[in-house]
């Protein structure tokens, strides 16, 4: 720092000068002075270098203050061109912080970097490649991304250069993919990992790591590189590196890097390397159980780094069992270690260790020292990684004892993890209940202990399960009996309860302390405690016994007409009491019992609480294994099978599985209410009623016909037919993805012929006109053209097509209407086949025809509670597809609004908080269900990069609709 301020004397006077000022004003006014003798000096004579630089690093410190600077790039950008280190490396430091992307001056920068990456002088290529590691864009990557590599692989390259080349080239890489020749390079940069000089291989750790992620099949043969660098490092008979020792650890950051490495790839396929890589793994092992050889604390978190990724590459390959028993066995002597950070990080590798078949059995011989740091941590994040781990060791074993423990500590559990926690015992509970009433008992005690934070989908679920097992009504009735009679009673209690009652009460009614008007009695002593929507689902359960319970009828009738539900200010418990109370008067006995009968079993269906807690906490989410996981214990005869998952109900209409109410409230915490009439038809799609639940199945076609060829002609044309479909033809890929958010325009265009297309649709039908024009001067002759569907097309499509003339004349042009009707889901497009001849040679022409399933789309208008409340529905199962990707064109809101309108949904406006972000819904209209769309597309301006989210109500759908749209932006 001497030599610097010796070197440039005036910057450090101007420097203390500003340090010397006691007030903000006196600061800006010597700001001021200064840019003002500045820019005198700029527009003066020439300057010499000197003063150029000392002149543009007082800009530098000037905006770094926090001031702008709008004046002094050119001067910087000629800095560059300088030959003096000195004078190059302060331009390159104006240039990375005050020009970015899009300045006008950037084209010259970019010829001043590319000049200095072919100079011969290593010093000029390092400031280079720094710049465009600080303000690489796309265009400087497309620009300058193959002049990288050759600096990096080239053998006069000095390792300085090397380094700085990897790391610059992983920079880029990130900006930009495609804009890196990688498959040139690869075997070459592979080759680094044997350089001697420890920073050329961390840097090129780092950039295989990243390419490894983008093609992980392409570098596949780093892996024996790298275990045998790895095997070097840490193996007792090898002494690689060993100038690198930090703390009696040989380089532990390579180390570290290298097993990430490893961790990108599966395990390898030559057993020499498997065994030299689970050789320098037990080293590791061996390393950790060793006394300690220094007291310092670097010296601890050196080893347990290297001890820990190793440790998560033993979990990723679960190749060798003896190795990850070992390794719990290690992790368990430092659940006691004094270091809070110890305990942490040992839970935290066991909770993966857990999830292996292989080394589960040895993480459960530490479920006592679990439990006990889940009681005594002081550390919140330590007791959560204990509930971490107790959730992913858990199985039919020790199922009781965890949950039990688990119910015992949420009583006291921080306020932050109780949602999270509650999700975890409903999902443990039911996933390994051997017994039907201990899960009742289980999931009634959750609610009795943490009602606030028991979510819908909890206790949707339970009363699902109750619904489809007989055995458990009576118990389930009996409980929930008991449960309402505290004195103190959740409102989630009083909603199960009084659901439960309304269906299956009078199994208990023969008891005389459980009497049909006793169960009303302490229902409707609740009912005034509760909120609205509570209420609603309790007139329905006093519906419900009106016909369980004749004998109590005039008493809820009088209920039932008070001014209290007549008259109510609530329009949906006005309406029910009214229609309520209509029903039970007019109907006889045989219609009330068809109308309120008891609600059927739910199909059978996966759980959605997994998906609940992947939203509130993704990490654990993935910890539990899957019980269709090989190997996975399945559940025994008495276990408990997947059941309807329970879903969030729509605004007027039903929840999934269960049949709409008479009257529904529109809110989003609306209960599953008792059948009272017939579902509207699948058809009406006018408002979103059954858009987002399982609409009613089509009326039965005919009988079903001989199965259909591989490939299917719709028309006639002369020729034989091949047994399997073609395949498009080269170079016609484009003109389709333009017309995919494109009703109208050009298909294909050679000097012969050009296909045009003009299409409109309306719900689940379209009317695609394919134009045919002639370019040439000869006459097509022996013209003919099909649409081929495939073998899955074949369900989901009805085509018909009209038969044209067989030939077309010089310059003239013919028009071929398709109808098409979208019978059900479907993710090809079909394909259109064209032959002729033209002067005497024969032609053939196989194009995808530009209908797929957004064409069917149909836009939906609705504010900004619906929105949300919808796209609160939607988070089952696979329902959400997610993805974030670089923009591949200029982020414009214009032109993104244009393509998503162009995709057939409509932009919401005002939904969203943020104004930049883009919200958008439609229906997808199909003969044999519709699918209810929702998505939000999020731009960074900043990072050039765009997060879309699509939610539908049809899992595959939600993935294609994802990755067609995010090809687009």
Excluded at 291 to 299: A, D, E, I, L, T
Excluded at 524 to 530: D, G, P, Y
Excluded at 738 to 759: H, P, S, W, Y
């Amino acid at each position: 720092m001497s030599k610097f301020g010796e070197a440039m004397r005036g910057l450090t006077v101007f420097i203390s000068d500003i340090r010397g000022c006691k007030s903000r004003e006196a600061e800006r006014k010597r700001i001021n002075k200064e840019l003002a003798n500045i820019r005198s000096k700029f527009k003066g004579d020439r300057l010499d270098g000197y003063n150029k630089k000392k002149y543009v690093c007082k800009l530098v410190f000037i905006f770094l203050l926090g001031n702008d600077v709008d004046f002094g790039h050119q001067e910087a950008v000629n800095l560059l061109s300088s030959v003096r280190f000195s004078e190059k490396q302060i331009g390159y430091l104006f240039v990375s912080v005050l020009i970015g992307e899009g300045h006008d001056l950037m084209q010259l920068v970019v010829q001043a970097i590319r000049h200095d990456l072919e100079s011969r002088n290593p010093i000029f290529n390092t400031l280079a490649m720094q710049c465009i590691a600080n303000i690489a864009f796309k265009e400087m990557a497309e620009t300058l991304g193959k002049d990288i590599p050759p600096l990096l692989t080239s053998a006069d390259s000095s390792s300085a250069v090397k380094q700085t080349a990897a790391l610059c080239l992983l920079r880029l890489l990130r900006v930009h993919p495609s804009a890196i020749p990688i498959d040139q390079y690869a075997a070459r940069i592979v080759q680094l990992l044997n350089d001697r000089h420890l920073g050329v291989v961390t840097a090129s750790c780092s950039l295989l790591e990243e390419f490894a992620r983008i093609n992980s099949l392409g570098f596949s043969e780093c892996v024996n590189a790298a275990v045998i660098r790895l095997s070097r490092i840490v193996t007792a008979s090898h002494s690689d590196l060993q100038d690198y020792t930090y703390y009696f650890v040989p380089a532990p950051w390579l180390t570290v890097k290298l097993m990430r490495l490893l961790q990108c790839f599966t395990i390898p396929d030559d057993a020499v390397v498997r065994a030299r890589l689970s050789e320098a793994l037990e080293a590791v092992l061996n390393r950790a159980q060793e006394p300690s050889k220094s007291k310092k604390v670097q010296h601890s978190n050196a080893k347990n780094a290297v001890l820990f990724e190793a440790i998560n590459l033993i979990v990723h390959f679960q190749g060798d069992p003896s190795l990850q028993v070992r390794a719990c066995n290690l992790l368990g002597t430092y659940l006691t270690h004094k270091e809070t950070n110890m305990r942490y990080l040992s839970l935290e590798a066991l909770s993966h260790l857990a999830t292996s078949e292989l080394s589960r059995e040895a993480v459960k011989k530490h479920q006592e020292l679990v439990l006990k740091a889940l009681k005594t941590e002081r550390d919140i994040s330590v007791r959560q990684r204990a509930i971490d781990l107790l959730y992913a060791m858990c199985d039919h074993s020790n199922a009781e004892t965890i949950v039990g423990e688990l119910l015992g500590y949420l009583e006291k559990a921080d306020y932050s993890v109780r949602e999270t926690l509650v999700l975890k015992i409903a999902i443990l509970s039911e996933k390994y209940a051997q017994d039907y009433s201990w899960y009742v008992d289980t999931i009634l005690n959750l609610i009795r202990l943490a009602g606030d934070y028991v979510s819908e989908d909890v206790w949707y679920r339970i009363i699902q399960i109750v619904i489809n097992r007989q055995d458990v009504q009576g118990y389930a009735a009996k409980t929930c009996f008991e449960a309402l009679q505290a004195p103190a009673c959740h409102e989630n209690m009083v909603k199960v309860g009084g659901y439960i009652l309304g269906e299956f009460g009078n199994l208990i009614a023969g008891d005389p302390r459980s009497s049909p008007m006793v169960q009303f009695q302490l229902l409707h002593s609740k009912f005034h405690l509760c909120s609205a929507n509570t209420r609603a689902l309790l007139l329905s359960t006093y519906i419900k016994f009106i016909n369980l319970f004749p004998e109590i009828k005039p008493t809820i009738q009088q209920v039932l007409q008070a001014d209290t539900q007549a008259r109510n200010s609530n329009q949906e418990i006005q309406q029910r009491a009214s229609e309520y109370l209509k029903l039970s008067s007019v109907a006889s006995t045989d219609v009330l019992a068809t109308v309120l009968e008891e609600m059927p079993p739910f199909p059978e269906r996966e759980s959605s609480l997994l998906s609940k807690l992947y939203q509130t906490a993704p990490w654990t989410a993935k910890l539990h294994h899957d019980e269709g996981e090989e190997g996975a214990p399945k559940p025994p005869a008495g276990g408990m099978a997947p059941i309807q998952a329970p879903e969030a109900p729509v605004a007027n209409g039903p929840l999934v599985g269960i049949q709409p109410p008479l009257v529904t409230t529109g809110s989003p915490s609306q209960p599953p209410q008792p059948s009272l009439q017939q579902p509207p038809p699948a058809q009406s799609a006018d408002l979103l009623v059954d858009v987002f639940s399982t609409p009613t199945a089509p009326p039965p076609g005919p009988a079903p016909g001989p199965a259909p060829a591989a490939v299917t002609s719709l028309t006639s044309p002369a020729g034989p037919k091949s047994s399997l479909p073609p395949t498009p033809s080269p170079g016609t890929e484009e003109g389709y993805i333009r017309l995919l958010f494109k009703g109208n325009g050009v298909l294909f265009e050679n000097d012969t012929l050009q296909i045009g297309v003009k299409a409109e649709y309306k719900k689940n039908l379209g009317r695609v006109g394919v134009f045919y024009g002639n370019k040439s001067n000869s006459p097509l002759l022996n013209f003919s053209s099909d649409v081929v569907l495939s073998d899955d097309l074949q369900d989901s499509l009805n085509v018909q097509m009209k038969s044209i003339g067989p030939s077309i004349d010089a310059g003239a042009q013919v028009q071929q209407v398709v109808n098409i009707e979208c019978k059900s889901v479907f993710f090809q497009p079909p394909l259109l086949n064209i032959m002729f001849s033209v002067g005497g040679a024969p032609q053939q022409l196989t194009l995808k025809l530009p209908v797929l399933l957004s064409k069917f789309f149909e836009p939906t208008a609705m504010n900004s509670q619906e929105f949300f409340q919808r796209w609160k529905q939607l988070g089952g199962p696979n329902q959400e597809a997610q993805k974030i990707f670089a923009a591949k064109f200029p982020i414009e809101k214009e032109a993104a609004s244009n393509k998503l309108m162009g995709f057939g949904v409509s932009i919401l406006e005002g939904v969203d908080p943020n104004p930049d972000n883009f919200v958008s819904a439609g229906v997808i209209n199909t003969r044999a269900v519709l699918v209810g769309c929702l998505l939000r597309l999020e731009p960074n301006l900043q990072t050039k990069m765009y997060r879309l989210t699509v939610r539908t109500s049809h899992e595959a759908v939600s993935a294609k609709l994802c990755e067609l749209l995010s090809e687009q932006f």
